[in-house]
């Protein structure tokens, strides 16, 4: 990649960022816009009568912010590369805040969904956070600082279930938004005093029919797995989408291949090393969410089960939220592992810490402190893998193409929460038990799930394997210079 394609910021001769100022105010960004995650999670049992509509179509609220997301992630980032990181950012921060605020005014349900899935184009600030550090961050911040970054996406989630609980238990539930709206409005204020704009663009032309090509193969292949257990996964409908996304996505690669100015570079992301690296974030991020949907349901299960707790979902939301601590307090360990042995090996102490949290899970899930025990140890292993995966992209891909290699990273992590999403769904709904009338996810169910999810994590491990040798600087390996030394071999 040629350095031409690198133009200067709008702001040229403007005074230079300062370091602390840019990673808290990116990190607290990241922070919010993953709080959208967990934001509607307390009132979902309540939506089909909030909104006055059916279960089925009242869980648009959710899968609608995620077919979202999807598709927005991987669009920004190579927005951002094209004309402006710091810009994109904030146009997101913006479609959050306007998400937020239409939910905020909505009673019924089509104004929801609308809400929702502005918000969920909010989703790609996360990987253009991690863009913008690596072009303005001295080398010595980088490694602490992208991991710090990463972690945020767990950090929010964790940290949102209990904050949304609270304000669902004592205030209306439109609150919950207008909360969201607010914090949003600080983001996007903290960003535009601090954060530079950075300078490297590629230019060229926005790959539109690459866009819509995308768009319509993730939509159909996230739309199966997100709802085949409600449609039925022998349905016309699913089969329908899985045999949509299975013509798409190959057509759509083909496409990319051919055009000069593609949306996603496909040979760059066929490289070893972030092939490799994103097929181990598929299995992270399908870990990560097997303990999302584990640890909340075994706490407020009636006890008259012998295993449920009987806890409220505040009660779970707080059990929950250490994970999101600890995954913050093990940034700048991961950063430090990954500068003395290099972040393909983080990646791999970070799996096997994941491995180890289930595999306490199945053994200890009879009181509330083993589950808060459980959470930390997985949320330990998830802050060691989210710290290293940017460093290993960015190790590989030229600077101009940072924002998309981390937003198709990203997109990776997605698709394995949506993953273990379905197939938990499909475990507990068919090992269960019956209490009053209810059938209800059995114990070995449970630890059904978490063998899976330790599964998952060793499978991530045995991926990582596969990775090019690091070198044991991440700063070296994440400096603009080793990307472009990569597109020339």
């Given at each position: ?8 910021a ?14 808290a ?6 922070i919010?816009?993953s709080?959208?995650?967990?934001l ?34 991987p ?12 810009r ?18 909505s ?97 060229g ?26 449609w ?13 996304a ?11 291949l ?11 992301t ?7 690296t ?79 949290g ?8 009879s ?6 025990l ?18 290993l ?8 193409e ?12 997605s ?21 009053g009338?209810?059938?209800?996810p ?14 998952a ?5 045995a991926?990582?394997t ?24």
């Amino acid at each position: 990649m040629s350095d031409a394609l690198a133009a200067p910021a709008d702001a040229g001769g403007a005074a230079p960022p300062r370091p602390n100022a840019v990673v808290a105010v990116l990190a607290f960004a990241g922070i919010v816009v993953s709080l959208m995650q967990t934001l509607v999670i307390p009132i979902v049992p309540e939506l089909p009568r909030l909104l006055d509509a059916p279960a089925s179509d009242a869980a648009w609220a959710v899968t609608a912010t995620l077919l979202a997301a999807a598709v927005a992630t991987p669009v920004v980032g190579r927005l951002g590369d094209m004309f402006g990181k710091r810009r994109m950012l904030m146009i997101s921060v913006v479609m959050l805040v306007a998400g937020s605020v239409v939910c905020a005014l909505s009673d019924t349900l089509i104004p929801m969904i609308v809400g929702r899935v502005l918000q969920g184009l909010a989703s790609g600030v996360i990987p253009l956070g991690i863009s913008i550090m690596r072009d303005e961050l001295p080398a010595e911040r980088l490694a602490g600082s992208t991991a710090l970054m990463s972690a945020s996406l767990g950090v929010g989630g964790a940290l949102g279930l209990p904050t949304a609980a609270l304000i669902a238990d004592h205030f209306d539930w439109h609150v919950l938004f207008w909360a969201s709206a607010a914090m949003g409005l600080i983001a996007l204020a903290l960003v535009v005093a601090f954060v530079p704009e950075s300078r490297v663009r590629t230019g060229g032309r926005f790959d539109g029919i690459g866009a819509l090509g995308m768009a319509a193969g993730l939509v159909c292949l996230l739309l199966a797995v997100s709802k085949g257990g409600d449609w039925g996964w022998g349905s016309g409908t699913t089969l329908g989408l899985f045999t949509a996304a299975l013509v798409v996505l190959p057509a759509w690669g083909v496409f990319e291949l051919r055009t000069t100015q593609p949306l996603v570079d496909l040979r760059t992301t066929a490289r070893r090393q972030v092939l490799v690296t994103n097929l181990a974030s598929v299995a992270i991020g399908f870990s990560m969410f097997a303990m999302s949907l584990v640890l909340p349901q075994l706490l407020q299960l009636p006890v008259q089960t012998g295993y449920g707790l009987g806890r409220s979902m505040l009660v779970a939301g707080l059990v929950m939220a250490p994970s999101g601590l600890v995954m913050m307090a093990t940034a700048p360990l991961s950063a430090a592992v990954s500068r003395a042995k290099g972040p393909k090996v983080t990646l791999m102490i970070g799996a096997v810490i994941v491995a180890c949290g289930y595999g306490l899970g199945l053994v200890l899930m009879s009181q509330v402190w083993q589950l808060t025990l459980i959470s930390c140890v997985i949320g330990a292993g998830i802050g060691f893998t989210y710290g290293s995966m940017p460093a290993l992209i960015m190790a590989a891909v030229p600077a101009s193409e940072t924002a998309a290699a981390n937003s198709l990273n990203t997109l990776m992590r997605s698709i394995g929460t949506s993953t273990a999403s379905a197939l938990a769904g499909v475990v507990l709904s068919q090992m269960t038990i019956s209490l009053g009338g209810y059938a209800l996810p059995s114990e070995n169910g449970f630890r059904t799930v978490m063998a899976i999810g330790a599964g998952a994590a060793l499978l991530a491990f045995a991926i990582a394997t596969l990775i090019p040798r690091q070198r044991t600087s991440v700063e070296a390996a994440a400096a603009p210079t080793t990307g472009e030394a990569a597109v020339a071999k």
